[in-house]
């Protein structure tokens, strides 16, 4: 019999107390491939015991890269029926991106044509998945769980790598809470907003009369649709959507195990559209932002990573003392900017001000 560890149960618990409101009346898609299944029933497990109605939908690795080696063209076109059904009866969605375990197919020649072929003519998965569940108002939940690639890059194993990130799960929420009022309190004064990093970005942008927001896990009482019904666990940023025209500058992200991209550069021109290279992937992402609707260039945000967890590879945008900007579609962080793409970059080690007063520097909040 298929059975989580009472660790991943306790966990589960956790997060459903503290930054998952899913109602016991309610009902639960969990959509999860081989490697993580355990985790995707341990939280079902836990929601049953609420009373809420659960589903564990698993499409495994194995399916998706045949399909996206041998299957016709024309066939990534296509809605996909079964999520479309599935977002339908759930009040919550939960995509737990370590579904895709191993990414290492793409470095291959023929899989990364087709890739790029399937990429010129639809959009990708979640993407469509994001404007189902806009569309039905159901809760969709990215969660960040971590692949073979982040697992190799830590030196670890699978298992091993899943146990700290579990850690990420495990936090005190109320101090989550404590920052994340602290750093509000200190940006919505407004002012020049500074970033640099190590690796060479140096950013400035404003946020005057936009309304910073601490991702922790709480209820949201914004007015926008998708800022009540999109979240990502594990929780642990504030963010705001800065004014799109006063973004100057240039970041150089991190690169994360197991993205296709590497070497990226934004430059971003105030008015005029970013400017936005990689050395290495960019012929992969490059139909995305071909095919986007509205503005895929313009600042979408900015945010603090603000989770105990101090591991980028385990918490990405959400680790400790990180900061992270994002393009394209930032209606639903308060912004002007309506896109079909949301696409956020981390940067590590970074120094910010406000007016020339430190907000973060060393690893160490100044607030």
Known sequence: MFKPTEHLR????????????????????????????????????????RGTETIVQTYGEYLWQTKLLKAPLEAFSKILKVPEALVDVADWFVYMTGSSHDNSIYQKPEPRERTIAIRNRSKPFTENLLQLCLKKKTHLVAFL?????????????????????????????DMLTQLGQKLINTMQKGGEIRLTCPKGSDLRVRADGRSWTSEDGKPSTSSSTSARYVHNIPVGEVYVAPVEQTAYGVVYPTSLPGTVLDGVRIEFRGEKKAVITAQKGFELIKPRLDNATGNP?????????????????????????????????NTWLGGKNECSIHWDFVIDKPTVTINGKPVLKNGKYMV
């Open 10 to 49: 306790k966990v589960s618990a956790k997060v459903l107390d503290n930054a998952l409101p899913i109602q016991p009346d309610d009902v639960a898609v969990f959509y999860a491939g081989a490697e993580n299944l355990d985790l995707a029933y341990a939280f079902a497990a836990e929601c049953e015991t």
């Open 145 to 173: 769980d971590p692949n073979l690639q982040q697992a190799q890059a830590l030196g670890k194993s699978y298992k091993q790598t899943r146990e700290l990130f579990l850690k990420s799960l495990d936090i005190d929420y």
């Open 297 to 329: 260039y313009s600042i979408a945000e900015f945010a603090f990573g603000t989770n105990p967890c101090r591991n980028i590879i385990l918490a990405t945008e959400k680790a400790y003392a990180t900061a992270h900007v994002a393009i394209g579609q």
